[in-house]
């Protein structure tokens, strides 16, 4: 059955998580959904870091050493996103991302 | 035992994803959000990494999910509950299955189906300690700079004063 076997469970997890990103990229218009789905992206990915190097021969320390240097990472990236978030309301009163024009040439 | 666990917890964290996307409200979408990433801390636990679990729900469930809430109480606005996308939505959905369905299917058929014989060897902390002090000593480094950069420049632009 393979639904009990170890690796190939946490990949197809990690892969619906990709794939709700994916779909709040494409379809959602608000700046925060659209923060919310790259959260999501990485989230998946740093759960298939932890598997794979879980499930490898000898298991490797490395995935979890790379997997809490992204975690730092996308905590920036949130700050920075909010941040901008922020801002763009302040300066547009919207944060609908097809109205956001001024940059545009 | 693990299986019905390991089961329940992937759906719910899949579930809260989508609740986290399609929640009228983006209040309870923020909600639904950390809930997610608590699953995922969950799934860590069962990989048997205990510290990448207890750094998860740190940062995000106990900082990102906070300040995502904070955002949303200072940019909201009644008009976004009424947003529809129609075309957009099925075009998401669409690009969405398609990648699972493709992706899933392929990787049935590689080695990652094939029953590795779990490892008994289980990580204690100070390892992962020691390697990030002596291997990545300089990733550490530019992480903290990265850090630093992105707080002040976070600082900066919500003090930015409206002309």
Do not use: C, H
């Amino acid at each position: 059955m393979i639904l009990l076997e170890p690796l190939i469970n946490y990949f197809i997890v990690s892969l619906a998580l990709l794939s709700v990103g994916i779909y709040g990229l494409i379809a959602k218009r608000n700046a925060i959904r659209l923060l919310f789905s790259v959260e999501i992206i990485i989230n998946a990915a740093i759960i298939n870091f932890v598997a794979f190097a879980r499930y490898y021969d000898t298991p490797l320390l490395t995935g979890q050493t790379f997997s809490l240097f992204a975690i730092a990472l996308a905590a920036t990236e949130a700050a920075v996103g909010l941040a901008i978030i922020v801002q763009a309301f302040r300066l547009n009163n919207d944060i609908d991302v097809l109205e956001l024009k001024r940059l545009r040439g | 035992m693990t299986d019905v666990v390991f089961i329940t917890v992937s759906l719910l964290t899949v579930a809260f994803a989508i609740l986290a996307l399609e929640a009228r409200e983006l209040v309870y979408g923020a909600v639904a959000l950390a809930l997610s990433f608590l699953g995922a801390a969950a799934l860590f636990i069962l990989l048997d990494s205990i510290f990448i679990a207890i750094f998860q729900v740190l940062v995000y469930v106990g900082s990102i999910a906070i300040l995502i809430v904070f955002v949303i109480m200072l940019v909201r606005r009644e008009k976004w509950v009424s947003i529809q996308s129609g075309t957009e939505r099925t075009l998401g959905i669409i690009a969405a299955v398609l990648l699972f369905s493709t992706m899933a299917y392929f990787s049935l058929s590689t080695s990652l189906t094939t029953q590795y014989p779990t490892p008994t060897v289980l990580f204690n902390f100070s390892e992962i300690g020691s390697q990030l002090v002596n291997e990545y000593s300089i990733i550490l480094q530019l992480t903290g700079i990265a850090l630093a950069v992105s707080v002040i420049g976070a600082l900066t632009m919500a003090k930015f004063e409206n002309r």
